[in-house]
């Protein structure tokens, strides 16, 4: 609802709503590209004692450099990255707010191109950043002349690129990045939350990272890691680069929980990224079966799938709710997200799509 007008708010603020996807009990949750599968029983005794270890020196504020935390960063991410070019905070959301506070603000630009991610305006507001939008082409890929055309006109300051874009799933391809890299006057932040869940071939932006020392590649623990109540987010890039978002992180900013949380889960990679390739696997196996019963299926190297077109998809939506599967009603217009569950929920999600549009 809109800030009542007796509330001082700011006023490109006073019609607007908090960020969210709808959080509602139901028994299949496939809305917030959540993993499926939590944390070992192994790993989670690991997190609780590191946690409670933490807890014995609550008086005492947090390594405010999380230097342990980066390094074992820096050390899963390899490219020969260390701690000093890797950066972590609340959730990549936080990063990007930190790399909109260091690299953009009033009079500064960043682009982006829709769609794609819809926070990335909302960090721009908040840092008072001006926010241009170019678009993709309709198969949700990047459009690359027209991409060069807008940065050669706007010269931003910020270029954002999602790759696995949210919410099409769409990889970028490599020479397109390369392009980018090369025209921007600014940084370029790839945003790699699902960069985990690409498909084999699909390289990552880590290894343009000695090349162009302008570039910052994010990434998360949350989808891949099962760690989206941990709220971890990082940032590999130029140690120089790195320093700059130091200059904006507020003091203390990544609790002493978070961080012991963080790397207990980086002991137990290997069991934690295990289902990666069983929900790559799900998530080709569900894109198929879409086909097969007549949508339109975005190209996905994520942990999600696009899919459409409906001349209602909120009534679609709701009929699936009803039958007890929360998807995600977003992205353009005619098209609705479903997250990769696992093989019971997916069959439940099958079952209620095709009892709403048959």
């Given at each position: 609802m809109p800030v009542p007008a007796w509330v001082p708010i700011r006023d490109e603020l006073r019609d607007d709503e908090p960020y969210g996807a709808p959080q509602l009990d139901v028994p299949v949750q496939l809305n917030t590209n959540e993993n499926p599968y939590g944390p070992s029983e192994e790993a989670a005794r690991d997190i609780a004692e590191s946690v409670y270890r933490a807890a014995l020196t609550l008086n005492r504020y947090p390594d405010r450099e999380a230097v342990e935390l980066r390094t074992s960063l820096a050390s899963y991410l390899g490219h020969g990255l260390t701690a000093d070019r890797v950066w972590a905070a609340n959730g990549s959301n936080e990063v990007m707010q930190q790399v909109l506070q260091a690299f953009g603000g009033p009079g500064r630009t960043a682009v982006s191109f829709a769609p794609t991610y819809s926070m990335y305006p909302e960090y721009a507001r908040n840092t008072h950043t001006r926010w241009v939008a170019g678009r993709r082409r309709d198969d949700f890929g990047l459009d690359v002349d027209a991409a060069l055309a807008l940065i050669a006109a706007e010269r931003p300051d910020v270029v954002i690129l999602t790759s696995?874009?949210?919410p099409t799933g769409t990889a970028l391809d490599p020479a397109h990045t390369r392009a980018i890299l090369e025209a921007a006057p600014g940084v370029v932040v790839i945003d790699e939350a699902y960069g985990e869940f690409r498909r084999d071939g699909t390289p990552s932006a880590l290894e343009l990272l000695d090349e162009f020392p302008r570039l910052l590649v994010t990434r998360t623990m949350s989808k891949a890691f099962a760690l989206a109540g941990g709220r971890l987010g990082y940032v590999a890039a130029d140690e120089a680069i790195i320093d700059a978002l130091r200059i904006v992180r507020l003091p203390y900013h990544l609790s002493a929980v978070s961080q012991a949380a963080a790397v207990a889960a980086l002991r137990h990679e290997p069991e934690l990224l295990a289902q990666v390739d069983a929900l790559r696997?799900?998530?080709?196996?569900?894109?198929?079966?879409?086909?097969?019963?007549?949508?339109e299926v975005a190209e996905s190297d994520a942990n999600f799938v696009l899919f459409g077109r409906f001349d209602d998809r909120h009534a679609v939506w709701q009929g699936v709710l009803d039958r007890g599967v929360?998807?995600?009603e977003v992205g353009p217009l005619g098209w609705l997200r479903v997250s990769i569950g696992t093989p019971d929920e997916m069959l439940a999600f099958r079952t209620a799509l095709l009892e709403v549009t048959r």
């Open positions: 696995p874009n949210n696997t799900t998530r080709d196996e569900t894109s198929v079966w879409l086909r097969e019963q007549g949508f929360l998807i995600r």
